[in-house]
């Protein structure tokens, strides 16, 4: 059974950094290309950023570069994301994903995690 466990959320103050973690199992982890996205209330998800299954090549949406970094380790089968100079408008559920195949979509998906920015 596969499980992507999303943890580091939190309340914090505008202009403060924060980093999410997502501990995955059930899966060979480093065959897999991880993923970060975000959805605000009443708003539709958000891809942040995504890391290939080596950990080499990691792409950042471009709204969000210099700002939010993804970084894995596969001996620890977990994925982060560093997010520095938070803005209130980051506020939003935070969702790990995985996917063997990032062109047919996304297969296993966390709980997500609150992350709430204060101005």
């Known amino acids: 059974q596969v499980q992507l466990v999303e943890s580091g959320g939190g309340l914090v103050q505008a202009g403060g950094p924060l980093r999410l973690s997502c501990a995955a199992s059930g899966l060979t982890f480093s065959r897999y290309i991880m993923a970060w996205f975000r959805q605000a209330p009443g708003q539709e998800r958000e891809f942040i950023a995504a890391?290939?299954?080596?950990?080499?090549?990691?792409y950042t949406d471009d709204s969000k570069k210099g700002r939010f970094a993804i970084s894995r380790d596969n001996a620890k089968n977990t994925v982060y994301l560093q997010m520095n100079s938070l803005k209130p408008e980051d506020t939003a559920v935070y969702y790990c994903?995985?996917?063997?195949?990032?062109?047919?979509?996304?297969?296993?998906w966390g709980q997500g995690t609150q992350v709430t920015v204060s101005s």
């Open positions: 994903a995985a996917t063997s195949d990032a062109l047919v979509g996304y297969d296993y």
């Open positions: 890391i290939n299954s080596g950990g080499g090549r990691a």
